[in-house]
């Protein structure tokens, strides 16, 4: 057995967490023979909850979690890690503005891009899954210049899950039947979720998404509003944001980052754009990608219509004004 990873999951006190945790201890994303340091980081006024899943997580007697840290200090939670789960924000809280949301989560991944770029091992790989991950992954980025753009990245799988979901649903086949459906740009209700190249296994044959289902005014439509809105549908109906969907998402992000892609299938991440597809340069996109031996690779060369460009421009419109805002704050 090789020597334990350290693994950081901010946020650790929070509903993500709670579940992402639990995967991550028992083995769903490092593999099953790596052992695993983990360590937790929360605010200073969620010490006494984050103990409690301390207590958890020893009870749950995960053979592989090999040591527990729990802290508040951001020089402590970096140090030397190998990979890292960056859930914790500051949630939207009644009446406040989509601006002043940015600009509190803005100042979060600012210290703690410092914090990577003092601390952490150079290799690291780093998942942004609070919001607005695009934007807080991107400034997080900036700030630790000591480490690879390529090592930055804002979680869109849950996205595709939901996609593949809706897909295999209406289908009536099993989820591991469709493969590479596609987010284009910002985890947000501008997001392109587009299945022009998604196929399905169906009678035992693989076909286009687009004829198995052969309805397009749905495709074009109600199928792209749900996966948009499907975050609000939760929190309408548990009166909680998505949770266990969520980490579930990022265990699969990260998976795919270490162990690679299966072969055939893509992966939607957000990453930092080289102006594929005729993206702005210098934003966190989220692209489909491959990835071998923990190097992504964006899929190039995919047939783009009207329909697709207007919509994969939108939200880049929109993650280029988000960046904008985020970098005033940093400046200020
Ligand atoms: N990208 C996605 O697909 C996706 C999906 C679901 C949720 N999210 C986002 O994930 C984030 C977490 O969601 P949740 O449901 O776990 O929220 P939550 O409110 O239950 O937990 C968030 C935790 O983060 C902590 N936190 C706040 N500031 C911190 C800091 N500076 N350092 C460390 N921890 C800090 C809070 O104290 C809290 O314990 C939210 O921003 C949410 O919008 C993203």
């Known amino acids: 057995m090789s020597e334990p990873l350290r693994v950081l999951i901010t946020g650790a006190a929070g509903q993500i967490a709670y579940s992402l945790l639990y995967m991550v201890g028992k083995g769903d994303v490092f593999g099953p023979n790596q052992p695993l340091t983990l360590i937790m980081l929360d605010i200073p006024p969620m010490m006494a909850v984050m103990e409690g899943v301390v207590m958890e997580l020893n009870d749950c007697a995960l053979p592989l979690v090999r040591g527990i840290v729990a802290t508040a200090d951001e020089d402590v939670a970096f140090k030397d890690i190998d990979a890292a ?7 939207r809280k009644e009446g406040m503005e989509r601006k002043d949301l940015l600009a509190a989560n803005v100042k979060i991944f600012k210290s703690q891009g ?18 607005p991950a695009n934007t807080n992954a991107l400034i997080c980025s900036k700030y630790a210049p000591s480490i690879p753009k390529e090592n930055f990245s804002a979680m869109t799988r849950l ?29 947000s209700s501008t997001q392109f979720p587009d299945v022009t190249h998604a196929t399905v296994v169906i009678g035992g044959s693989e076909k286009k998404v687009y004829d198995a289902i052969n309805d397009e005014t749905w495709l074009k439509g109600d199928f792209i509003s749900t996966v948009q809105k ?36 893509w992966a939607s991440m957000g990453i930092y754009s080289d102006g594929s597809y005729g993206v702005a340069k210098d934003v966190m ?13 964006i899929v190039q060369g995919l047939p783009v219509d009207d329909f697709a460009r207007a919509k994969m421009d939108l939200t880049a419109k929109e993650l280029c004004e988000e960046r904008d805002d985020a970098l005033k704050v940093c400046e200020a």
């Open 230 to 265: 499907r975050g609000a549908a939760v929190i309408a109906a548990r009166k909680l944001s998505s949770a266990m969907s969520a980490a579930k998402a990022a265990c699969d992000h990260m998976r795919d980052w270490f162990q690679g892609t299966p072969e055939g299938k």
């Open 285 to 297: 996109y989220s692209f489909p990608v491959t990835i071998q031996n923990g190097q992504w690779k």
């Open 114 to 131: 410092k914090a990577l770029d003092k601390h952490a091992k150079k290799n690291v790989k780093v998942l942004v899954v609070g919001n």
């Open 159 to 187: 996205d595709q899950n939901r996609g593949q979901a809706q897909i295999a649903g209406r289908l009536k086949v099993p989820i591991d039947h469709v493969k590479n459906v596609v987010i284009w740009g910002n985890h």
């Open 85 to 91: 789960f960056l859930v914790g924000a500051m949630p």
